[in-house]
């Protein structure tokens, strides 16, 4: 069994080097305000990938120290994590599938609109139980505060490709007419009645509009936006793990049936 089980002890580390993009990926979901703030997302890729590298590691002593139930044991729960992530990437780019983005005349950014994103993101993410305590997260960080720093004049912010969260809850609705100061702040609107936003908004630097729906759809725009990056990532991964398992799986095979083999042999000597 030496050559199959070194065969598979490669194959293990390759295992183990595709779980590190998948929890880097994880990571770099979890930094971000957005996923910081809405806890459905923040951790599930981070927890697969250590539980992939961890898989990999019992299949590599497994396979070099030739133990065979330990070989066993990664072969099984190695098709269970890779089943999981795959079922996490299709519900992922299902839920993410509809954009509720629209581009705006003149700007270089979109605006977003609630009701053009999945009816699941909106029951489950932004719904009325959750949003306090997403708002409240959002207020308490820097995502509106760097538009003011990173934008002076208002050519420069209308021409600027802000995210979807700074466009959704930094800045009222463009259809209301307001005139601009600065980024977050914006005075005497000329159609107040175009959209119920328009009244939520508020120049208080801890509410502007995290109260709108605008800045709900921002929300799901941006988790809409980091996800698709993400997932490329990791279906690339998970495409090499499918490859990698499929022939420990059949390296495994071969052994026992070469072990089984000379077993046969010395009970006819």
């Not at 299949?59 to 070099?64: E, K, N, R, T, W």
């Not at 760097?146 to 700074?166: E, V």
């Not at 930094?170 to 914006?186: A, S």
Request: net charge positive.
């Amino acid at each position: 069994m030496g050559l199959a089980n070194n065969i598979t002890a490669i194959l293990n580390f390759v295992a183990f080097l595709c779980s590190i993009p998948i929890i880097a990926s994880g990571i770099w979901l979890a930094s971000k305000p957005d996923n910081a703030c809405v806890h459905y997302f923040r951790w599930p890729i981070v927890i697969l990938g250590t539980l992939i590298l961890l898989v990999s590691l019992a299949g590599f002593v497994g396979a070099h120290w030739y133990k065979e139930t330990l070989l066993a044991f990664y072969l099984c729960c190695m098709a269970i994590l890779i089943g999981l992530i795959l079922i996490l990437l299709v519900f992922a780019f299902v839920v993410t599938r509809a954009d509720g983005g629209y581009a705006v005349a003149g700007k270089g950014y979109k605006e977003y609109r609630l009701d053009g994103f999945s009816s699941w993101l909106r029951n489950h993410v932004v719904d009325s139980g959750n949003w306090v305590k997403i708002r409240s997260c959002l207020s308490d960080g820097e995502v509106c505060s760097k538009l003011t720093r990173n934008y002076i004049g208002a050519d420069q912010f209308f021409a600027a490709h802000i995210s979807p969260l700074q466009s959704g809850c930094c800045k009222p609705p463009t259809v209301c007419g307001y005139n601009y100061v600065n980024p977050t702040l914006w005075l005497n609107p000329a159609n107040p009645t175009a959209d119920p936003d328009c009244y939520l908004w508020n120049n208080d630097q801890t509410q502007l509009c995290y109260n709108c729906n605008s800045c709900k759809a921002g929300l799901l725009g941006n988790l809409r936006k980091e996800w698709r990056k993400a997932n490329v990532i990791i279906i690339v991964a998970v495409v090499v793990l499918i490859w990698v398992y499929l022939i420990a799986c059949s390296a495994f095979k071969n052994a026992q049936t070469e072990d089984l083999f000379r077993r046969y042999k010395r009970g006819w000597v």
